[in-house]
Structures are given as structure tokens and as C-alpha cells.
């Protein structure tokens, strides 16, 4: 088939539409098994992407061949533009990695952590030095930069693995389950400081068990599951997608029978008492069943609530699903 | 290959390892104290000609100080979670064993000279021109060849540095007692003489003998070519097994 090159005469236009990360059929085999298969996808410039996945599903294989730690199997992997086969120098310069434990060198104090990866970047000393001293009190840590990083809690190695990763200002960032185990101040200023970057242009991917944290960041999340996509949307419409998992929560003034309230439109009632949950892809529908029940057996309604599932259910059922 | 990025990235490993592991104890024990104790268990009590066997405690001091580097960084750096973190940053394997070796070579320079230089002190050698223009570059390829070796010898390496500074003494030791250090090369004959010309060091201790005035074996362009000729399979080699075994342990 002739393929046709829509930006030719607009460089200008094909670097600003080109995507921050082009994953192409990346797969990955360890002997037998194959930890990812088959997985493409595309993250546009100064997008919050989140990367989800029960343990084991093929997350960090697949961070790790777009990092350019792991050569995949087949596949390829771009960074702005630029090859991670056959180019991996540049396309690494380009961005910055945050693991999950923070990997920096304990016998080295914040602030040499932080220059040393600036020189792995090519900045110049003036720049390591000013930028160093500028992230390391953005990040909190200005009173300890010049200690020695073994003497730091696990937050504040996190907030200088952080500084590492940023000081050459990366055009793309990725995180590996960046804010697991830490305390509340530390996840916040992490979440902050990512965030304040994602703003100012720079494209992110985070990996998180977090659900509602990537539900309430990301712009569009993947969610992989044996080393496949099962699923790439925004939250929002991967919500919307379970539209049998939207539900009407009513608390009523006395207990009542579920069997009650059975019809077409809900599929499916939870609860005891008088608080009930009911299942449905029509919340009018089964808002005007509850009513009918109400006036019959002459109740009354405390509250009432209509709940759209939320990201973690999704994923639940996604997972589940393919499990 | 940008090589920019390549050199930058070199230097920029060199530092790391400078500032990370020269401090470390390890490489005291096998660097400094290990030759030290070898030496005068080889020379006190004993009536030897210390000029004659000078050059062989040189080399050995060489040997042991430039390849004491290289088998703690990987693992070390394995064990530290810090390995797989560097392998994301604009580095590949090539450039971290280069930049391993420059770290060894360097630390090996430093302690060489201050050897060769209170050597000097104590009995001033007689160097022809020769010897002279070959001096640096026995002292260079010397410690860029061991450097190499003890990069080669933690490339298989998981996270446990103990494992691999083990094996570091079972190569080295057993290299420093068929290199002509203890048993001068002229006196060796038959199977000890092919061994001899197995290891590297006996090349470097040819080498020192022809320098310092004590009159090599081998000719002393076929020692500086069989230096450069190791120094070149220690790199390749590491190189190879490094980018099979790099997420070993991770």
C-alpha cells in the first residue's frame, strides 16, 4: 500500500503534531513467557498518561523498553521523534526517570546527586550548580542538600531521586509507582512538582496502584493486564464505558426487602437494612422503579444517590475479566 | 554514535566511580593494603637484591591497585538499586565499561607513581631514552589493562559485591605467581614459561625490568603491544558479557 507523508513541505507542523512517545508493537520474551505482547500506543506532547496494571501484568518491562533499559523482542519505541533503537543516546536525553525506590547514591550528598546527573546530561557547571541549589529547595530539602543521602528518610531520597531526574529538564518524564509508601507531605510535593511540569509542557507517565491518584492526574490512562492493553481512554470515558456498573444508592427511613424493588431495568441490588444499592444501565429508569416501591409500601427517603463506577472499578472488571 | 554524548558520558561514569568508590573499603584492602603485605612478606627476613625484583613489586602494586576498582562498582551499584537508574540515563554498556576502567586506571596511576616516585628516591634508577619514552606509556596501558580486567571480572555480576570480590582474588592471586614477579622470567623454562606468557602482568613486569635497567626477556615493543592487545580483549570482553547480564539481579 503507498503510504503518503501528509506534513511534507511542514516540518514545522509534523514536529508539533508528532507524538512525545510512539510505542509500535512492543513485545518482550523472558524464555518462554512473554511478559508484554503487542503493545502500541501513543502519548501526545504535555499529556498525563498513566500506565495501570495488577502486579505482574507487564508495567515495568514495558516502562523499561521505552526507557531504553530493555531491548524489546519486535517493536520499536520513539521518543520526541527520535529512535530508542537506533538512536537511544539522543532519544535518552530527552527524558527523565523516576523509580519507584529512591535510586540515588547514599554516599553522596542531595546536592552532588544532583550535579552528577546533571553531568550526565552535558550541563555545565554553572547550570548543575544553580539549578541544583533552585530544585533542591523547591523540593523541601535546602537545609539538607549538603548531607549525606544515607541519612535521609525514604520521602526525602524520593524528592532528591526527583531533582535527579529533572535537572536537565526532560521533555518527557516517567514514573514508576513514584509516591508507594510514603508520607503524606512527601506524596503531595512529589504530586505537586509533577504536576507544575506537566503545566508547563513537559509529557508525563506515570505507572501507579494508585487509582484514584491516576484517575485525578492522568489525562488518558493504559491498562494492561498478561502483558496486553486491555483497555486506553480518558478515565472519564473508561468509566462511562461500564455502563451496567452505574448504580442509585437510597437509604430509606425503615428496612426493606430488596426482592421488593426486581425489575428489567436493575440488574442487580446490594445492601441490608435500610441503605440499598441498585445496579443499572438506565439511573431514570430505576429512579422511577424505587418511586413506584416508595409509594406502595409508603417510605421514605433519606437520601438518595446516583454513583457512575469509578476508574477503580473499571479496572477491577478489566483485570478480572481478563484473569 | 554521538560522540559527544559518548565522551561526555565516559567522563561523566569516571566521576561517579571517583567520587563514589575510591573511598570504599574494599578497595583499600585489595588495592593498597593486600600488595603492601604481599611485598614485605616476599622481601623481610629474606636477602634479596631489592633493585633486581623492584620492578616486579611495581607491577604487581600497579596490578593490584588498578584492578581493585572495577569488580566492586557494578555490583555494588546492583545492590544500591542505582545500576538500572544509570542504564536510563544517556549512557549504554560500551560507555559504562569505558568509563569503569578510566575510574580503575586512574586510581591505579595515582598509587603507581607515588611507588615509582619513592622508589626513585630511594635507589635512583638508570633509564636509557628508551626507557624513558617507554615509562609512561608502561605505566598507561598497565593500569588501562588491569582496570579493564577488574571491569571484566564484575561484568557477570548480581547485586552481591562479596561474590564477585571473591572471585577478583581467585584471578588475581593466582596471575601474580606466574608473571615473573617472585621467579624472574629468565629463569622460567617449558610449561611455567608458556603459563607465564598467558597472563598479562608478566608483559608489564618484562616491561618495568627493560624500563628501570634490569634487562627485559621479551622485546619491550612486543610487551607494550601484548598490554595494548589484553587491554583491547578485557573491553570486548567485558562489553559482551555486561550487555547479556546488565539486568542480572534487578
Request: proline share 5%; net charge neutral; glycine share 8%.
Amino acid at each position: 500500500m503507498k503510504s503518503f507523508n501528509i506534513y511534507r513541505g511542514h516540518p514545522k507542523l509534523a514536529v508539533e503534531l508528532m507524538p512525545a512517545i510512539e510505542a509500535n508493537g512492543l513485545t518482550k520474551l523472558f524464555g518462554e513467557f512473554k511478559a508484554v505482547d503487542d503493545v502500541s500506543f501513543e502519548v501526545p506532547k504535555g499529556q498525563f498518561f498513566g500506565l495501570l496494571g495488577p502486579n505482574g501484568a507487564g508495567k515495568t518491562t514495558t516502562i523499561r523498553m521505552m526507557i531504553g533499559v530493555l531491548r524489546p523482542d519486535q517493536g520499536s519505541v520513539s521518543i520526541m521523534g527520535i529512535s530508542m533503537d537506533k538512536e537511544p543516546l539522543l532519544a535518552k536525553e530527552r527524558l527523565g526517570v523516576i523509580p519507584e525506590v529512591g535510586n540515588v547514591y547514599p554516599d553522596l550528598t542531595a546536592r552532588e546527586n544532583l550535579e552528577l546527573f546533571g553531568r550526565f546530561y552535558g550541563l555545565t557547571k554553572r547550570t548543575r550548580e544553580e539549578r541544583a541549589s533552585a530544585l533542591l529547595e523547591e523540593l523541601g530539602l535546602g537545609a539538607r542538600a549538603d548531607d549525606k543521602i544515607k541519612r535521609f528518610s525514604k520521602g526525602m531520597k524520593q524528592r532528591v531521586s526527583i531533582g535527579c531526574a529533572i535537572i536537565h529538564q526532560p521533555q518527557v518524564l516517567f514514573l514508576d509507582e513514584p509516591t508507594e509508601g510514603l508520607d503524606v507531605q512527601s506524596r503531595r510535593m512529589i504530586v505537586e512538582k509533577v504536576n507544575k511540569m506537566n503545566k508547563a509542557g513537559c509529557t508525563v507517565v506515570l505507572t501507579t496502584h494508585n487509582i484514584e491518584e491516576a484517575s485525578r492526574l492522568c489525562h488518558r490512562v493504559c491498562i494492561i493486564n498478561h502483558g496486553k492493553i486491555v483497555a486506553l481512554d480518558t478515565p472519564e470515558r473508561l468509566s462511562s464505558t461500564f455502563e451496567g456498573a452505574r448504580s442509585v444508592e437510597v437509604t430509606f427511613d425503615r428496612v426493606v426487602d430488596c426482592g421488593l424493588f426486581s425489575a428489567q431495568c436493575i440488574s442487580r441490588t446490594e445492601g441490608e437494612g435500610n441503605k440499598l444499592r441498585f445496579y443499572t444501565s438506565d439511573p431514570d429508569e430505576a429512579i422511577d422503579r424505587i418511586m413506584q416501591v416508595r409509594d406502595e409500601m409508603g417510605l421514605t427517603i433519606i437520601s438518595l444517590n446516583t454513583l457512575a463506577p469509578s476508574l477503580e472499578d473499571v479496572f477491577v472488571k478489566l483485570t478480572e475479566m481478563g484473569a | 554514535m554521538n560522540l559527544r554524548i559518548v565522551v561526555r558520558g565516559v567522563m561523566a561514569t569516571a566521576v561517579k566511580d571517583i567520587k563514589i568508590y575510591y573511598k570504599k573499603p574494599p578497595v583499600f584492602i585489595f588495592g593498597l593494603i593486600l600488595p603492601t603485605f604481599l611485598f614485605f612478606a616476599f622481601f623481610v627476613g629474606r636477602q634479596l637484591d631489592l633493585e633486581k625484583y623492584y620492578p616486579g613489586f611495581l607491577a604487581m602494586a600497579l596490578f593490584f591497585t588498578a584492578s581493585s576498582v572495577g569488580p566492586l562498582i557494578i555490583p555494588w551499584e546492583k545492590q544500591a538499586g542505582t545500576f538500572e537508574r544509570l542504564l536510563s540515563l544517556p549512557v549504554n554498556i560500551p560507555i559504562l565499561v569505558l568509563g569503569d576502567t578510566m575510574a580503575g586506571a586512574g586510581f591505579g596511576l595515582i598509587i603507581s607513581l607515588v611507588i615509582f616516585a619513592a622508589g626513585a628516591l630511594l635507589m635512583p634508577f638508570t633509564m636509557t631514552l628508551v626507557a624513558i619514552a617507554a615509562l609512561p606509556l608502561l605505566f598507561i596501558l598497565g593500569n588501562l589493562c588491569f582496570a579493564a580486567l577488574g571491569v571484566l571480572l564484575s561484568s557477570p555480576a548480581g547485586p552481591v559485591p562479596s561474590n564477585i570480590m571473591m572471585l577478583a582474588a581467585l584471578v588475581r592471586f593466582p596471575l601474580i605467581f606466574i608473571s615473573g614477579i617472585f621467579v624472574p622470567l629468565a629463569e622460567m623454562t617449558g610449561t611455567a614459561r608458556t603459563i607465564t606468557m598467558l597472563s598479562p602482568l608478566t608483559y608489564l613486569v618484562d616491561g618495568f625490568n627493560h624500563a628501570l635497567g634490569n634487562g627485559g626477556d621479551i622485546p619491550l615493543a612486543l610487551d607494550l603491544l601484548m598490554l595494548m592487545a589484553f587491554t583491547v580483549v578485557f573491553l570486548l570482553t567485558a562489553n559482551y558479557i555486561l550487555k547479556r547480564k546488565s539486568l542480572k539481579g534487578l
